[in-house]
């Protein structure tokens, strides 16, 4: 599974990003765990949203419950997460993560950085 990030970049408090994850996830007859995770510097990388393949229904970490969107387009196969009133503890680099577990595994919520299968290189994100 191959995973592409982009659009981050440096915004002010209060303003959004859109994160686009193009990966070939989607063309597996295999379901995936389509998650963001999120790596300040000298802090350990935390999961930050996820959602499965074939299912939609999302799953968010309380940071940033309310705050983000984390969506997918099958057809185009890209894993999208919105982010508004975005905040400085936002800072980070953003990787996209792909892991082939089972729908309810993904929707339990459980989904640490350990059992993630497959990284994108990552993007930053600066929030002042």
């Known amino acids: 599974v191959q995973l592409v990030e982009s659009g981050g970049g440096s915004v002010q408090a209060e303003g959004s990003l859109t994160l686009t994850c193009a990966t070939s996830a989607y063309t597996s007859p295999y379901t995936y765990c389509m998650g963001w995770f999120r790596q300040a510097p000298g802090k350990e990388r935390e999961g930050v949203a996820s959602?499965?393949?074939?299912?939609?229904?999302?799953i968010y970490a309380d940071s940033v419950k309310g705050r983000s969107t984390i969506s997918q387009d099958n057809a185009q196969y890209t894993l999208y997460l919105q982010m508004d009133g975005l905040r400085p503890e936002d800072t980070g680099t953003y990787y996209c993560?792909?892991?082939?577990?089972?729908?309810?595994?993904?929707?339990?919520?459980?989904?640490?950085?350990?059992?993630?299968?497959?990284w994108g290189q990552g993007t930053q994100v600066t929030v002042s």
């Open positions: 993560a792909a892991a082939a577990v089972p729908t309810q595994y993904c929707l339990s919520g459980y989904f640490p950085p350990g059992n993630v299968g497959y």
């Open positions: 959602t499965p393949t074939r299912d939609g229904r999302p």
